[in-house]
């Protein structure tokens, strides 16, 4: 998109599509890219909500002159400081030198920190509106969503709730910015992939953030990432708020580590113990060679995970080991767990599972197997045990899925 797109009365969006960074945060795979989504009103006065990331300078001050069409910029919003929305607050300011920097008693350290702002700055806090003439900005906090520092502000005008993190998705636009541009496959996917990695850790304030938004006429969500939404805002909100309260699908996920295929075998077993109890939606993942942030959305999603590893040196096999260091960052509830291990010539991954399950304070699912070598039938009998057992506890009745 190489113009300014008009989104709503008097508003625009100037964002870019990023097709470039391999990994979101250096961690997350951008298979479809990611957007960084910015935005213009223009009332009597003008006011960016938010800018992109450093590198899309030329792209981002095209459209955002585009729109201005001369006039000067009197407000940023700074939603967030965190650079992919913050990266272009010092070029901003040297091209419009009466600027006025709007954020919370938590952004001004930040906006210091990395611009070395600390002057023209506008503190708001709960509440808090701007007149832009003809349109009244109002601003809440929403701490933790992501940093601190996040908040949200809410066009009284329009009913725009530009949210930033908050219900944004992983992918670039593709054709359309809105949601009734594409089907939900499309985007519900990405969405929740980006909360499983990025927001999920913080879901008890999410819940604090959906009830202080809840009295707000919100006719519009439009976040700083992936789709902006204005055909069914509900189903949006009601999606963050099931996220965020660990509700999830029938159906579990396997994640196994193997170097030669013996542990691969027993989750192999684990996956038909589940089809066996009538699941029907299992996803079995190598640890070594599938993207962790797709197997946290999975995990996210459906209501079990089983996690088999082999031993290597006496501690679990390291693409396990760095999965489940993920999961203790998020620490995803409600969630029913199975374990399993390998081992040759010394014993060690289950015992790491054993002590991971206690950490991630989830309940275990037995039988816990344990395999010497090449798994005998009785073994992948055990696996097999272990499935159906998984899926006792991840299976319907599941109102919501279709
Ligand atoms: Fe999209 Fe927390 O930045």
């Given at each position: 998109m190489h113009k300014a797109v008009p989104v709503n009365k008097d508003t625009w969006w100037v964002g870019v599509n990023d097709h470039e960074t391999d990994l979101f945060e250096s961690l997350w795979d951008l298979p479809q890219g990611v957007s960084y989504n910015a935005y213009v009103v223009t009332g009597e006065k003008t006011a960016a909500i938010d800018t992109v990331k450093g590198p899309w300078l030329d792209e981002y001050f095209h459209k955002l002159e585009e729109v201005l069409g001369g006039r000067p910029l009197d407000y940023l919003v700074v939603n967030h400081m965190e650079p992919d929305h913050a990266g272009l607050i010092s070029q901003l300011r040297a091209r419009h030198p009466g600027l006025k920097f709007v954020g919370n008693a938590k952004t001004m350290p930040l906006l210091k920190g990395y611009h070395g702002i600390d002057t023209d700055t506008v503190l708001v806090k709960d509440g808090t509106t701007l007149d832009l003439g003809g349109h009244v900005l109002q601003f809440a906090t929403v701490p933790m969503?992501?940093?601190?520092?996040s908040m949200v502000t809410f066009d009284t005008t329009t009913g725009v709730l530009f949210s930033n993190d908050s219900f944004g998705g992983y992918g670039a636009h593709e054709g359309g910015l809105f949601d009734d541009s594409k089907t939900r496959t499309r985007w519900e996917g990405e969405m929740l992939r980006y909360y499983a990695t990025i927001v999920g850790r913080y879901s008890n304030v999410v819940q604090v953030a959906l009830k202080k938004l809840a009295s707000l006429p919100i006719k519009n969500i439009f976040p700083a990432h992936g789709t902006l939404f204005r055909e069914d805002v509900g189903q949006v909100i009601g999606l963050y708020d099931r996220w965020s309260r660990y509700e999830a699908d029938c159906g579990a996920v396997v994640v196994y580590g193997s170097m030669y295929g013996n542990t691969r075998r027993m989750a192999e077993a684990v996956c038909s113990g589940l089809s066996d109890s009538g699941v029907k939606d299992v996803h079995l993942y190598d640890a070594a060679r599938s993207a962790p942030s797709h197997i946290l959305r999975d995990i996210w999603r459906y209501r079990g995970f089983a996690l088999l590893s082999c031993t290597y040196n006496t501690l679990l096999f390291p693409p396990m080991e760095a999965l489940c260091s993920k999961l203790l960052n998020r620490m995803p509830k409600n969630r029913a767990l199975g374990i399993a291990g390998s081992y040759s010539w010394s014993r060690g991954a289950l015992d790491a599972l054993r002590e991971f399950a206690r950490d991630i304070k989830l309940e275990v699912v037995g039988p816990e197997v344990e395999v010497f070598a090449s798994p005998t039938a009785e073994d992948l009998e055990q696996c097999v045990e272990l499935g159906k057992n998984l899926g006792r506890q991840v299976g319907g009745p599941c109102p919501l899925q279709s």
């Amino acid at each position: 998109m190489h113009k300014a797109v008009p989104v709503n009365k008097d508003t625009w969006w100037v964002g870019v599509n990023d097709h470039e960074t391999d990994l979101f945060e250096s961690l997350w795979d951008l298979p479809q890219g990611v957007s960084y989504n910015a935005y213009v009103v223009t009332g009597e006065k003008t006011a960016a909500i938010d800018t992109v990331k450093g590198p899309w300078l030329d792209e981002y001050f095209h459209k955002l002159e585009e729109v201005l069409g001369g006039r000067p910029l009197d407000y940023l919003v700074v939603n967030h400081m965190e650079p992919d929305h913050a990266g272009l607050i010092s070029q901003l300011r040297a091209r419009h030198p009466g600027l006025k920097f709007v954020g919370n008693a938590k952004t001004m350290p930040l906006l210091k920190g990395y611009h070395g702002i600390d002057t023209d700055t506008v503190l708001v806090k709960d509440g808090t509106t701007l007149d832009l003439g003809g349109h009244v900005l109002q601003f809440a906090t929403v701490p933790m969503v992501h940093w601190p520092e996040s908040m949200v502000t809410f066009d009284t005008t329009t009913g725009v709730l530009f949210s930033n993190d908050s219900f944004g998705g992983y992918g670039a636009h593709e054709g359309g910015l809105f949601d009734d541009s594409k089907t939900r496959t499309r985007w519900e996917g990405e969405m929740l992939r980006y909360y499983a990695t990025i927001v999920g850790r913080y879901s008890n304030v999410v819940q604090v953030a959906l009830k202080k938004l809840a009295s707000l006429p919100i006719k519009n969500i439009f976040p700083a990432h992936g789709t902006l939404f204005r055909e069914d805002v509900g189903q949006v909100i009601g999606l963050y708020d099931r996220w965020s309260r660990y509700e999830a699908d029938c159906g579990a996920v396997v994640v196994y580590g193997s170097m030669y295929g013996n542990t691969r075998r027993m989750a192999e077993a684990v996956c038909s113990g589940l089809s066996d109890s009538g699941v029907k939606d299992v996803h079995l993942y190598d640890a070594a060679r599938s993207a962790p942030s797709h197997i946290l959305r999975d995990i996210w999603r459906y209501r079990g995970f089983a996690l088999l590893s082999c031993t290597y040196n006496t501690l679990l096999f390291p693409p396990m080991e760095a999965l489940c260091s993920k999961l203790l960052n998020r620490m995803p509830k409600n969630r029913a767990l199975g374990i399993a291990g390998s081992y040759s010539w010394s014993r060690g991954a289950l015992d790491a599972l054993r002590e991971f399950a206690r950490d991630i304070k989830l309940e275990v699912v037995g039988p816990e197997v344990e395999v010497f070598a090449s798994p005998t039938a009785e073994d992948l009998e055990q696996c097999v045990e272990l499935g159906k057992n998984l899926g006792r506890q991840v299976g319907g009745p599941c109102p919501l899925q279709s």
